[in-house]
């Protein structure tokens, strides 16, 4: 368990290192995905908002937050799930690797709040100029809080990317 979460956290930790670095190039485009997510971090299904932050070579940073809600029983009610993560999506053409790290924050009607911390490694499809993208990604979640947990889980997305802005807030071509 400790190797795989090394393996996903480092090339997230690299990257998050460079974004200072990366704002200082030339391509200063925001692009702004919406997607619904079945699995993943945020549990058993999601919509999603994710924004491109800053670029750097062949790689681009983004960030994202979701929301989820589902009955789970009587006895608490009905859970909503806030999921939040930080992802590098890394290459070049139309296959991408996407590393992340993501916390699924839960709140229940009844009072019950716990997280979980979701390391992400998983392939990205877009096909640019095309709006539609989709991904797949292992997302094992993983509780440090009370006792330690680890349980294998995976999500499979499917999205539109929006018209990116620049920074005076007009649209791209």
């Not at 485009?29 to 994710?50: A, M």
């Not at 930080?86 to 590393?99: D, F, P, Q």
Request: proline share 4%; hydrophobic share 40%.
């Amino acid at each position: 368990m400790k190797r795989l979460l090394l393996i996903c956290l480092l090339p997230t930790a690299y990257c998050l290192l460079n974004i200072a670095s990366a704002q200082g190039t030339k391509e200063r485009k925001i692009t702004h995905y919406t997607y619904f997510e079945l699995g993943g971090t945020g549990g058993v299904g999601s919509f999603n908002y994710e924004r491109i932050f800053a670029y750097r070579e062949k790689t681009r940073f983004s960030w994202r937050l979701g929301l989820c809600g589902l009955p789970i029983d009587k006895n608490n009610g009905v859970s909503i799930i806030f999921p939040a993560a930080v992802n590098a999506i890394s290459g070049k053409g139309k296959h991408l690797l996407e590393t992340g790290i993501g916390m699924g924050t839960t709140v229940t009607t009844k009072g019950a709040f716990f997280s979980l911390i979701t390391p992400i490694i998983g392939y990205r499809y877009e096909n640019f100029p095309k709006r539609l993208f989709f991904r797949v990604t292992y997302t094992p979640l993983v509780s440090l809080w009370y006792a330690p947990q680890y349980q294998h889980w995976a999500g499979i997305s499917i999205g539109w990317r929006l018209k990116g802005l620049n920074e005076c807030g007009s649209c791209l071509k």
